[in-house]
């Protein structure tokens, strides 16, 4: 029988431990640099053994998929939630509310951009694999929100596919800059509002 020690379960301590190589990678990744980093150096900010580090993660890419992962399941999580309390506005004022939120989410901890759109970038297949996967998912949530303004007269109904996939570039890129350049996030949300209207509301040629 494994016991608990101070009267914390193995499970939680297990837990806590994994969460605080995260914060800590968080943290190292995008100040030092994920190429840069070491496991060392990650342990010792976290407060934890090697030994307890390859307990929970094979080597430094695994976390930085994990990190990924979780920081745009956050975002989504949280523009989902928001749109299930949009059941009765207007198609403008709807993606207008969910753009905010998605920019609110990502930049709320600059970290969480650098470490999605620099740090993540080209560090090997099974991230950039993760890295698409997660460009459809977002693909698949702007097109359905594309649809819903065309069915309610805002945009001319038409496959809205290309256009998904520009937008979530189009995103990822000024989200970049602004993590770079410290640019105010107004400034970003408004000229992320006027891309996604104009793209999804443009009738084409």
């Not at 995260?22 to 994920?34: C, D, I, N, P, Q």
Request: a negative charge.
């Amino acid at each position: 029988m494994v016991r608990s020690y101070g009267g914390i379960p193995p499970e939680q301590r297990k837990a806590e431990r994994r969460e605080r190589l995260l914060t800590a990678a968080l943290e190292l990744f995008t100040s030092e640099g994920f190429q840069q980093a070491k496991i060392t150096h990650l342990c010792k900010l976290a407060g934890v053994s090697t030994r307890n580090f390859y307990e929970e993660f094979e080597n430094k890419e695994q976390v930085l998929l994990v990190l990924h992962d979780s920081i745009n399941r956050l975002a989504l999580e949280h523009v989902t939630a928001t749109l299930a309390e949009l059941t009765d506005t207007d198609a403008v004022a709807r993606i207008e509310t969910l753009l905010d939120v998605f920019v609110a989410t990502v930049t709320a901890d600059p970290r969480m951009p650098r470490l999605n759109y620099v740090e993540a970038v080209g560090v090997n297949q099974e991230l950039e694999a993760q890295h698409q996967e997660w460009v459809d998912r977002w693909a698949d949530f702007i097109e359905a929100e594309a649809r819903h303004a065309a069915e309610h007269g805002l945009a001319p109904k038409r496959d809205y596919r290309l256009t998904a996939i520009a937008l979530v570039g189009a995103f990822t890129g000024l989200l970049r800059e602004w993590q770079a350049r410290e640019l105010p996030v107004g400034d970003v949300t408004e000229e992320l509002r006027g891309l996604m209207l104009a793209a999804i509301t443009r009738t084409p040629s």
